[in-house]
């Protein structure tokens, strides 16, 4: 969308330097001096003829294939025909300034056939590759640590509560129910 809007910007600003040029031409070979304003009998319209037909011809299936140069000029040229009484416009004008607007392509077209299952199928796929990762990981991965067991961790509280840590709200606070530092099971029997 932004990418349009600047490269019709950028064309809608040429073709105002093409038509103030050719002002400018059109003033001299009138003979009209540079301080005066031509009459707007004087002055051309732009793009006030009609698109010829085999420019609008099967535009539907052309549109994807145009450079986005072509595209822009087309859109311009149509947008600058539609400013004149729409009685004047061909069929052809109409019907491709209304496709060009609001036909089935850039953010409006239809999905190809099949895609949702191409997707569903690809975050499958993405899934499976990573529960197997995991698992592999897993599974050469070294044992727990024995600073992980329960007996550990509460040797770990029986410590910090002899160190007098956190003497206010923590372990070695009066009343303390919490679990301090355990986090483990309790060790299986072997």
Known sequence: M???????????????????????????????????????????????????????ANIEKRWETMRPEEQADLWMALRDRMKVDWHELTWQEKKAGYWVAFGPHGPRAVPPPGEGWRV??????????SVIIFVAIRMFAKPLPRTMTREWQEATNEYLKEQKVEPITGFASEGYKGRGMIQSPPEKKK
């Not at 349009?4 to 059109?26: D, E, G, K, N």
């Not at 569903?120 to 590759?129: E, H, N, Q, R, S």
């Open 2 to 56: 932004l990418r349009s809007t600047m490269l019709r910007t950028s064309i809608s600003s040429r073709t105002s330097l093409f038509c103030a040029r050719r002002t400018h031409v059109v003033r001299l070979s009138t003979g009209l001096s540079a301080e005066t304003s031509p009459t707007p009998e004087a002055t051309p319209r732009a793009h006030a003829h009609a698109i010829s037909n085999p420019t609008l």
């Open 120 to 129: 569903f199928w690809g975050t499958m796929a993405g899934l499976g590759i």
